[in-house]
């Protein structure tokens, strides 16, 4: 797992699963730039805790 420090803030649970589907959308560059491949994407809350799982079979088209 490789974790995005810096993350960013939505307004609520449809804009994170749109924000992790266009990051799975662009997995191939998003993978480049990391040393893992990208799978899946874990949306935490402002405490840490998980609150959704995008995994790329998951994606909508």
């Known amino acids: 797992m490789a974790k995005d420090d810096l993350g960013i803030e939505?307004?609520?649970m449809g804009d994170a699963r749109r924000a992790?589907?266009?990051l799975l959308g662009n997995k191939h560059?998003?993978?480049a730039a990391s040393?893992?491949?990208?799978?899946?994407?874990v949306v935490?809350?402002?405490?840490g805790e998980e609150v959704l799982t995008v995994r790329g079979a998951?994606?909508?088209?």
């Open 20 to 22: 992790a589907e266009a």
């Open 10 to 12: 939505v307004d609520s």
């Open 44 to 47: 935490v809350d402002e405490n």
């Open 35 to 41: 040393q893992y491949p990208v799978q899946s994407v």
């Open 58 to 61: 998951d994606q909508r088209d």
């Open 29 to 31: 560059r998003a993978s």
